[in-house]
């Protein structure tokens, strides 16, 4: 009895390697085109929320395509470089503003 059980194994653990292998006979897998980034950033206008919400960049082999990472952390950073500075120089503006508007209120 025991013989024939280890014969049983033996046979069916060779049919599912053979059939996980394809038994030889198959064609090769044709190779995949590596995902690239559909949907990139827009540059005809700035990046809202809603863009970054959106990006979904694609996974490569040991994690995310570094290119496609860098491309869109590049942008980011010079659209908050670029809202920083727009926001500084309007509270200089509202600063200005607000002194000359406090020595125009005072009698002479």
Do not use: C
């Not at 292998?21 to 005809?44: K, M, S």
């Amino acid at each position: 009895m025991f013989w024939f059980l280890l014969i049983t194994m033996v046979v069916v653990v060779a049919a599912v390697t053979l059939a996980v292998v394809g038994g030889g006979d198959g064609e090769v897998l044709p190779e995949v085109a590596p995902e690239q980034l559909v949907d990139p950033l827009p540059t005809a206008r700035p990046v809202d929320r809603a863009d970054v919400e959106a990006l979904r960049l694609p996974v490569a082999v040991r994690g995310y395509r570094m290119a496609d990472v860098d491309d869109a952390l590049v942008r980011l950073g010079a659209e908050l470089a670029e809202r920083d500075a727009r926001i500084a120089e309007l509270e200089d503006a509202l600063a200005g503003a607000a002194a000359a508007g406090h020595g125009e209120d005072e009698p002479a």
